[in-house]
C-alpha cells in the first residue's frame, strides 16, 4: 500500500514537473514574439494591388524605407509569393543594373544581443543567374551572397548585440534577370542564460513548496 502511494507520488511529481516545463516554455515564447522589433516584418499591411493603378503590383511597403535608383527600386513590390505557413503576402526584389536597399531603423538597447532572421528564395536559374543579397546591421555588412540559384524560402539566422539605441537593419539586393523573395523577417531579443535559469529554478521551486504544503 505504501509503495503504490510513493509511485503515485513519483508519478504524479514527474508529471507535474513536465507540465510546469511546458507552461515556463510557452511563457517565454509568448514574451519573446511580444518583443518583435521589426514592423511589418512579413510585409501584410499593404495590399497586393497598387491603389493607384490597379493593374500593377504594389510597391508601397509601410514601415520600411526604400532607397536607391528608381529604376531598380521599382521593381520592390508586394508579392503574393509568400512564405508558405505565415500570411498571403512577402515582398518582390528585382533590379536592372545596381544594388537597391529596403531598411528599418530598430529600438535597442546597447549591450543587448538580438536575434535577426528572415526568409529568403530565388527563382533565378542557370544561365540567367546574376543576383545578389547583402543584409546590414548598424552598418556592417553580415551577410553579402551572389548568384543565388533556384531555392524555396530558406531561413537565415545572425546574433548580433547591440551597441546604441537605435540600430538600422538593411538588405540590399539586385536581380537582374529573375526575382528573390524576402519574407518573415524578425529580430527578437536573445534572453540570458541566467535569466531562463532564474524562471525555471522559480517555477521549480514554487512546485516544490506546494507539494511539501500538500503532504502536511
Known amino acids: 500500500m505504501k509503495l503504490t502511494k510513493k509511485l503515485s507520488i513519483i508519478v504524479f511529481s514527474v508529471s507535474t514537473t513536465l507540465i510546469s516545463t511546458a507552461v515556463i516554455t510557452n511563457t517565454y515564447n509568448t514574451a519573446a514574439q511580444a518583443a518583435e522589433l521589426v514592423k511589418n516584418g512579413s510585409f501584410e499591411l499593404d495590399p497586393l ?3 493607384n493603378n490597379p493593374n500593377v503590383t504594389n510597391p508601397n511597403v509601410t514601415d520600411w524605407i526604400k532607397s536607391g535608383d528608381p529604376i531598380n527600386t521599382s521593381l520592390t513590390k508586394i508579392s503574393n509569393f509568400p512564405l508558405h505557413h505565415s500570411g498571403n503576402q512577402g515582398l518582390s526584389l528585382g533590379g536592372f543594373v545596381d544594388l537597391s536597399y529596403i531598411s528599418q531603423t530598430l529600438s535597442t538597447q546597447p549591450g543587448q544581443t538580438y536575434e535577426l532572421s528572415y526568409f529568403l528564395a530565388s527563382v533565378a536559374e542557370a544561365p540567367d543567374l546574376d543576383n545578389e543579397f547583402q543584409t546590414f546591421v548598424g552598418g556592417n555588412k553580415i551577410f553579402d551572397q551572389k548568384n543565388i540559384s533556384y531555392q524555396p524560402y530558406t531561413q537565415y539566422n ?6 546604441a539605441s537605435s540600430t538600422e537593419l538593411k538588405f540590399g539586393y539586385v536581380d537582374r534577370y529573375a526575382f528573390l523573395y524576402l519574407d518573415n523577417v524578425s529580430v527578437i531579443p536573445v534572453p540570458e542564460p541566467s535569466s531562463i535559469g532564474g524562471i ?9 513548496l506546494k507539494k511539501k504544503k500538500a503532504i502536511r
Open 158 to 163: 545572425f546574433n548580433f548585440t547591440a551597441d
Open 49 to 51: 494591388v497598387d491603389p
Open 200 to 208: 525555471a529554478i522559480a517555477g521549480l521551486l514554487g512546485i516544490w
